[in-house]
């Protein structure tokens, strides 16, 4: 339940970051997380979308390793 409440917590921030409330924080406390759990989640969460954000506004190209299947 923690995990997933966890993980919930970064695709809303990824996808709608301004509608990220203290009532979700206490949410994740009821659902067992700890301070230091929540912090490294939005931590991590936030970094790789300010990565991405950097990158595709740059136009770097992925990793031919990360490159999406086109259609077949």
């Known amino acids: 339940m ?4 966890l993980l ?3 695709l809303k921030l990824t ?3 301004a509608s990220c409330r203290e009532a979700d924080v206490a949410g994740l406390r009821e659902a067992g997380a700890e301070d230091v759990e929540i912090h490294a989640t939005v931590q991590v ?3 790789f979308n300010y990565i991405n954000r950097v990158a595709d506004a740059l136009g770097v190209d992925l990793e031919p390793e990360m490159e ?3 259609p077949s």
């Open 15 to 17: 996808r709608a970051p």
């Open 68 to 70: 999406r299947p086109g």
């Open 8 to 10: 919930d917590y970064a």
């Open 45 to 47: 969460a936030a970094y």
């Open 2 to 5: 923690k995990e997933r409440a």
